[in-house]
């Protein structure tokens, strides 16, 4: 049996969650409450629980504050927040699972069963760390964090010069490092860049305009030249898309 507490300012939706937690997750024992940074970092301290599930914006602070009060942090965080928080892309960018207000029972049976299956104490603080950074970097120097088989990776979003997929599985292409093959599909991956200047030229292609160096018209086809000398497809349907985009860059 797992012991959990439930972080949130809002007594009713605190309630509520408490109650399908209770009763979509049996291997779960609510035994704690709070309302606050303040009252959660001491209820904490005082039940010790495996799993907190834990607000994002609270009257005095955030989710992400009352983390920081715990080094090291020794139990399994899943986080709660609303469909237009601030802090999504930064769990997406971190591979943090978070769950949406209000709850849903099968959303939240999944992201127990990843915690409880997690990986090694020491990655869980990795991705913390990366979810921090990312928290307090400019936009243009976030980090994402890579998921391979034995390994995971946090990397630069910087120093990707393009990402290749092949059916369900995407290979990261770095500037100066070797390239990284996930399996995880271009497209998850087209969402979550498209707002750091990168573009999808093709349906196995995303490149990051920042080192985008050239493009070539020929009768066969359209050639984009990245300044590491790559040559990357430009699909005939993407081709005007992709010229307004570089006049408005």
């Known amino acids: 049996m797992l012991r959990a507490v439930v972080i949130d300012d809002i007594e009713a939706i605190r309630k509520k969650n408490v109650a399908i937690i209770k009763s979509s997750c049996p291997n779960i024992s609510v035994i704690g409450q709070a309302d606050s940074v303040e009252s959660g970092v001491n209820l904490i301290k005082q039940l010790s629980p495996d799993i907190v599930f834990l607000d994002v914006e609270m009257p005095d602070g955030t989710g992400f504050d009352l983390l920081q009060k715990f080094t090291p942090i020794n139990f399994k965080v899943i986080f709660i927040t609303g469909y237009e928080d601030f ?11 978070y769950l949406l207000k209000p709850l849903d029972a099968g959303d939240l049976v999944d992201a127990v069963k990843k915690a409880e299956d997690s990986l090694s104490k020491e990655v869980f ?3 913390i760390n990366n979810l921090f950074a990312n928290l307090e970097r400019p936009k243009n120097l976030q980090k994402l964090v890579l998921k391979m088989a034995d390994k995971i990776y946090s990397v630069n979003i910087q120093d990707i010069v393009n990402c290749e997929s092949d059916k369900n599985y995407t290979t990261f292409h770095f500037i100066n490092a070797p390239k990284l093959i996930v399996s995880t ?6 969402n979550m860049l498209a707002p750091y200047n990168f573009f999808r ?28 000398k790559t040559a990357i497809p430009l699909s005939v349907r993407k081709k005007e898309e992709f010229l307004v985009f570089l006049e408005n860059m």
Request: no cysteine.
């Open 201 to 228: 030229t093709h349906q196995s292609h995303l490149i990051n305009m920042a080192y985008f160096d050239h493009f070539i018209k020929t009768d066969g086809g359209n050639t984009i030249i990245m300044k590491n």
């Open 87 to 97: 802090a999504i892309k930064a769990f997406r960018f971190s591979a943090i699972d």
């Open 185 to 190: 599909n271009l497209k998850e991956y087209e």
């Open 125 to 127: 603080d990795m991705k």
